[in-house]
């Protein structure tokens, strides 16, 4: 599932009732936000919110194929 997957990548994933996952990566996920960006990919950042660092982001819960996308262009 997803959140395995994105834990396979280094992410510590909180649980989730919601249509996206809280992930902590546990460095500053700034430059591979941007990277992704570029790729067309948009990541929500967090580390403008109270007890969040610049390790958190946000990720929304998209299509099987969009979420393969995602883990892959994180290797």
Do not use: Q, W
Not at 8 to 30: K, Q, T
Not at 60 to 71: D, F, P, W, Y
Request: charged content about 30%; glycine content about 10%.
């Amino acid at each position: 599932d997803f959140a395995a997957a994105l834990a396979g990548v280094g992410a510590r994933v909180y649980p989730s009732d919601a249509n996206f996952l809280l992930c902590d990566f546990g460095r500053d996920m700034r430059p591979e936000i941007e990277r992704l960006r570029r790729k067309g990919i948009l990541v929500r950042p967090c580390g403008m919110f109270p007890s969040l660092t610049h390790g958190h982001v946000r990720l929304c819960v998209r299509t099987e194929g969009e979420n393969v996308r995602l883990v892959e262009a994180m290797k």
